[in-house]
């Protein structure tokens, strides 16, 4: 249930779009009734315990799907929730998804260079990485738009 977040990684058409949207989701339920401060505790816990979980259940998972599976999608979600730390509404909720998404699909900075090492470790990485740089430009995002307004 780890590994596979919940099951949505047996989403048939992209398993890991389904386990970030999920992820995204799961935020907006906190988001609605966490004060922000609470939230941001609440997310890096998250991130802090589905890293260390979904790479034990992908270590466990990778011996029978192999390596990097695509019903594992707990790194779509541990990916996602980084940049969900600076997100404070619904549309920089999305935007994080989509950002996430694109770095994680793509793969670019170095990114396919992890995606590529073997171990569960190196699958929970690359999708950190992706969240890191989505945040990174959600920030600057978020920063011009408040310089415009």
Request: proline share 5%; no cysteine.
């Amino acid at each position: 249930m780890i590994g596979t977040g919940l099951g949505s990684g047996f989403f048939p058409w992209g398993p890991g779009t389904a386990g970030a949207i999920l992820a995204t989701a799961i935020w907006y339920v906190l988001w609605m009734y966490l004060s922000p401060f609470t939230l941001v505790v609440v997310t890096a816990a998250l991130i802090l315990i589905f890293t260390l979980l979904g790479t034990w259940a992908t270590s466990k998972l990778t011996p029978y799907w192999g390596d990097d599976p695509h019903r594992v999608v707990v790194d779509e979600m541990v990916g996602v929730w980084i940049p969900l730390l600076l997100a404070t509404s619904g549309l920089t909720a999305l935007l994080s998804l989509l950002l996430f998404r694109f770095f994680d699909i793509l793969k670019p900075l170095g990114i396919r260079a992890i995606d590529r090492k073997k171990g569960a470790f190196w699958v929970m990485f690359d999708d950190i990485i992706a969240g890191i740089y989505s945040a990174i430009v959600l920030f600057v995002i978020v920063q011009a738009y408040s310089l415009l307004k």
